[in-house]
C-alpha cells in the first residue's frame, strides 16, 4: 500500500513515518513539501529507506499535486499555514494555502480515482483544529471550510472514487509553533513566561496520540466523518508555573499580556449542534460526528459542547509528569 503525506516533514509528517516506515503494510511513503532542506534531514535520518519518497511541491499546484497522488491509496493531508498571527497579517496567502489547497488535493485524488485499496476505494484524511469550531480567527474560518470542503468531497467523488474524513483536535503538545516550545524559550533564556489570561484553557493531546487517532480514522472511515479524540485540558497558566518552578523556582509569577487578536479564552472541539450526530468509540475513546443524524441509540446523551474548560483538567503534578515523560526537562 502506498501513502502520501502532505506536509510531510512537520512534526506530524514526521511522528507518521517514524510509525508507518517499519510497517509491512506500506510500500511507499510519500512525503509532499515545500521544504527541501527538511525533506534532506528526513532522508538522513531514516538513513535513504527506500520507501520513502519526497515531492518537492506546494499545497497550491493542483498539477504537482495530481502527480504526486499517483497510485496513492491512503492520503494524510497536514500542510496548512497554522499559526494565527501569520493567517491574520497574510489573509490571502492563509486562503491559498488552507481552502484553495484543500480543493486542489481533493480535486488530484478524485482525477486519480484508479486507485485501488482493500475497501474497494482510496481513503482522504484532513488534518483539522479546534479552531475550526466556532472561529474567531482567520486561521480557524480557512479550516472551518477546508473541513467542509472535504466532508462535501463525498458527494461528488463518484461510485469508485476516494472517500474524504477528517480528523480533528487541539494543539499538539511539544511541536511546532506550540506553547510549551515557547515558554522553554522562554525560561532558558532566564525571561519571565508570557501567559495572555490567568484563566486559559487549551486541549493537550500528544504526537503519539494524534498519530493514533489517524491510523484509527484511516482504518474505519467510510466517508463524511470527522475524528475526535477525547482529550483532557490544561490551564495555560498551571504549564507556565510547573516550567518555571523547574527552570527559574526563584520565580513565582507570570506576565499577563492580555488576550490577542483572533484568540479565545477556552477552545470548543464538539459543538452543541454536531452533539445532536455524535457518537463515542468507548474503545478507542474516540468521538466520531456523522455527516447526517444516526441512530438514536448510538448518539451522545449529553448534548452539550465540549470545550476546554469543561472536560476533565490535568493537575500541576499531572502535567509536570506529562513534560517529563516527553522529555521538555532533558539537555537543560
Known amino acids: 500500500m502506498n501513502i502520501l503525506i502532505t506536509g510531510g516533514t512537520g512534526s506530524l509528517g514526521n511522528a507518521l513515518v517514524s510509525e508507518l516506515i517499519h510497517s509491512p503494510t506500506f510500500e511507499r511513503i510519500c512525503i509532499y513539501s515545500r521544504d527541501e532542506h527538511k525533506q534532506e534531514q528526513m532522508r538522513v535520518k531514516y538513513n535513504n529507506n527506500p520507501k520513502l ?10 498539477d504537482r499535486l495530481t502527480l504526486a497522488c499517483k497510485n496513492i491509496q491512503l492520503i494524510v493531508h497536514t500542510a496548512a499555514l497554522k499559526i494565527v498571527p501569520t493567517a491574520e497579517y497574510n489573509p490571502f496567502e492563509a486562503l491559498k494555502t488552507n481552502v484553495i489547497g484543500a480543493q486542489n488535493l481533493i480535486e488530484a485524488a478524485i482525477a486519480n480515482n484508479h486507485m485501488v485499496y482493500p475497501t474497494g ?16 480567527n482567520l486561521y480557524g474560518a480557512t479550516k472551518l471550510c477546508a473541513e467542509k470542503l472535504f466532508i462535501d468531497a463525498n458527494n461528488i467523488m463518484g461510485k469508485h472514487g476516494p472517500r474524504f ?17 515557547l515558554f522553554k524559550s522562554q525560561v532558558t533564556k ?17 504526537l503519539d496520540q494524534a498519530v493514533s487517532l ?64 455524535t457518537r463515542f468509540d468507548a474503545a478507542n475513546f474516540t468521538y466520531i460526528i456523522a455527516k447526517v443524524s444516526v441512530s438514536q ?32 526537562f532533558d539537555g537543560v
Open 53 to 62: 519518497r519526497f515531492f518537492i511541491g506546494d499545497i497550491r499546484d493542483k
Open 121 to 136: 476505494y482510496p481513503k482522504v484524511l484532513a488534518i483539522s483544529t479546534d479552531k475550526a469550531v466556532h472561529p474567531i
Open 165 to 181: 474524513s477528517v480528523a480533528r483536535y487541539g494543539n499538539v503538545s511539544n511541536s511546532n509553533g506550540s506553547v510549551i516550545p
Open 190 to 206: 532566564g525571561k519571565q513566561l508570557t501567559i495572555t489570561h490567568d484563566h486559559m484553557t487549551r486541549f493537550w493531546i500528544t
Open 214 to 277: 489517524i491510523k484509527y480514522s484511516l482504518d474505519t472511515m467510510h466517508g463524511g466523518e470527522i475524528f475526535v479524540p477525547k482529550m483532557n485540558a490544561f490551564n495555560v497558566k498551571d504549564l507556565a508555573m510547573v516550567m518555571m518552578d523547574s527552570y527559574l523556582p526563584e520565580k513565582k509569577w507570570c506576565e499577563v499580556i492580555g488576550i490577542r487578536p483572533g484568540e479565545k479564552l477556552h477552545e470548543e472541539i464538539i459543538t452543541r449542534e454536531e452533539m445532536e450526530t
Open 297 to 328: 441509540d448510538a448518539i451522545m446523551d449529553n448534548k452539550n459542547a465540549i470545550t476546554s474548560d469543561n472536560v476533565s483538567r490535568y493537575t500541576e503534578r499531572q502535567i509536570r509528569t506529562l513534560l517529563t515523560e516527553l522529555g521538555v
